[in-house]
């Protein structure tokens, strides 16, 4: 054993971004909800100006509603097509591996800035609570297991679009 402990593993499709959409599909029944009610109850016109106002209104919903699903469904396959991906990676053990001290450590606050981040080795990682993305982001003030500088850690990770991602945690004990 060379006293390191797992505190994160990549696995099954993560919690919070199930959350994350789950929220958003709730979001977009709420909005339809307030278009169809709108559609509904608008039926009767005291005059043309009125008319006029009222499909306008249902114009400009109806293309917000379409965008807003366009873009919650181009999210949601990005993510599970990313999520594949990394999975893919970290099953096949071609990931990469850093182990030393954590330095210039930047935790996250309750307010203020919205991620944290420290680097290994030359090896920048920064994550948020706020972001629904694959890999380790459990913040400091979350309960996360970094807790600043001169922690000793193993980090197995890949870089996605520039951006280093945790998919193993381990701490020295």
Do not use: W
């Not at 797992?6 to 278009?35: K, Q």
């Not at 919903?61 to 991906?85: C, H, P, Q």
């Not at 290994?120 to 297991?145: C, M, Q, T």
């Amino acid at each position: 054993m060379d006293g390191y402990k797992t505190v994160y593993e990549t696995g099954d499709f993560e919690f919070h971004i199930i959350i994350s959409y789950i929220i958003s599909i709730l979001m977009i029944a709420a909005f339809t909800y307030v278009v169809v009610h709108n559609i509904k109850y608008k039926m009767t016109f005291s005059d043309e100006t009125e008319r006029k106002k009222v499909i306008t209104e249902r114009v400009f919903a109806i293309f917000g509603l379409s965008v807003t699903v366009l873009v919650f469904f181009s999210i949601l396959i990005t993510n599970i097509i990313e999520y594949r991906d990394i999975k893919k990676i970290y099953d096949s053990g071609e990931t990469l591996i850093v182990e030393g001290e954590v330095s210039d450590f930047i935790p996250m606050k309750l307010e203020g800035h919205s991620s944290e981040s420290f680097t290994v080795n030359g090896i920048e990682f920064r994550y948020s609570r706020s972001v629904p993305a694959n890999g380790y982001h459990l913040a400091k003030v979350d309960g996360g297991y970094i807790h600043g500088n001169g922690q000793k850690v193993r980090i197995h990770y890949i870089y996605c679009n520039n951006i280093a991602i945790i998919l193993k945690l381990e701490i020295k004990e």
